[in-house]
Each structure stands twice: as structure tokens, then as C-alpha cells.
């Protein structure tokens, strides 16, 4: 299959619910990066602000994200931690910790469980590892809606979905629409 031919995939795909392998990293092969400048192509399409391999039908430990700056919504460029991107980004074998004591409710929703929305609680503040597509190895600390985006797609490069966090009544809220995808 080639990059072109990517679409999201949907529950019950099993490779939503596979452990993705690493991506060799550095140097990135022309084939990830043409796949990674799909994904953002496909997460835009579908107003996403992030999209992980998996969702693609790739075991891969790649996730792209763009959370853009919105001052309404109290997200700057200058915010620190960070809150939100310039630009989106390519995240290759990435891997998260020190997340914040705090777990904050939020609802999320998931390109691949298309008409399911529950909150999910997360740490408000994480901090990523992960290679960019140059092969530069890099750390960063995020809060609000960007840690929450890292922290829901690098569940997706663990099989686990936001049915499986979803607090219950918000689960018993979507069991239809979770049966009628085949979760």
C-alpha cells in the first residue's frame, strides 16, 4: 500500500488494538516521512488534531499532532508548559513520563470511533521523548490540550482506545454506538 492510499481506520480494525513496533529512526526512510505527511494530510481532513499510525492501519510507534494556538480558548505559543504547536508535528517511537499528579476530566473524541465522545481523566502536564523526522532525538513538557492529545495517541500506539478510560457513565452513554462499531 502506498502513502496515497492511507485512510483511517475504524473499530474493529485489530490494529487498534495491537502494541505498534518502533519505526527505524535515524535516519527517517523517505517511505516514513511520505507516510507521516499523510497522516497530517488525513488529520486535517477529518479536523483532528492528531492521528497515530495505527488509525492508518500501521503498527508503527509514529503519531503526528497539531494543536493550534487559540487565544480564546487560553492557548498560546508562549504558555509554558507548552499548550499547543506552530506548526504539526511528526513524532517517531516517542515516549512519555513524568505526568503531573493531577488527573483533570476532559472529553475526548477519536477519529477511528467515529460518533463516540466520553471524558477521559489525564494528567494535566507530560513530558515526550521522541525522534523528529531529521532523526534529532528531542524532550518537551506540554500541558492541557497537547498533553492530553500526546497522552491519546501514544494510547493508540498501545492498542488501548478512550472506550477503554472512558469514565462509566460516559461508556454506558456510547454502548450502542460502541456495539454497532464492534467494540
Not at 500501521?58 to 480558548?73: K, M, N, Q
Not at 465522545?117 to 518537551?140: E, H, K, L, W, Y
Request: charge should be neutral.
Amino acid at each position: 500500500m502506498t502513502p496515497a492510499e492511507l485512510r483511517i481506520v475504524t473499530l474493529p480494525h485489530p490494529v487498534l488494538r495491537e502494541k505498534a513496533r518502533p519505526v527505524d529512526a535515524p535516519p527517517i526512510s523517505e517511505q516514513v516521512a511520505a507516510v507521516a505527511r499523510r497522516m497530517i494530510d488525513l488529520m486535517f481532513q477529518a479536523e483532528g488534531i492528531g492521528l497515530a499510525a495505527p488509525q492508518v492501519g500501521l503498527p508503527w510507534r509514529l503519531f503526528v499532532a497539531h494543536v493550534p494556538e487559540d487565544p480564546e480558548e487560553g492557548r498560546t505559543a508562549a504558555a509554558s508548559p507548552a499548550e499547543c504547536t506552530a506548526a504539526p508535528e511528526v513524532y517517531l517511537n516517542p515516549v512519555l513520563s513524568a505526568p503531573s499528579a493531577d488527573l483533570e476530566p476532559f472529553e475526548e473524541g477519536c477519529l477511528s470511533l467515529p460518533k463516540i465522545r466520553g471524558r477521559v481523566m489525564r494528567p494535566s502536564q507530560i513530558t515526550i521523548t521522541a525522534t523528529d523526522p531529521t532523526g534529532n532525538r528531542f524532550t518537551r513538557r506540554a500541558g492541557g490540550l497537547l498533553a492530553r492529545c500526546w497522552q491519546h495517541e501514544m494510547d493508540h500506539l498501545d492498542g488501548v482506545l478512550i472506550i477503554d478510560r472512558m469514565l462509566q457513565p460516559d461508556r454506558l452513554k456510547n454502548r450502542n454506538a460502541i456495539k454497532a462499531l464492534g467494540g
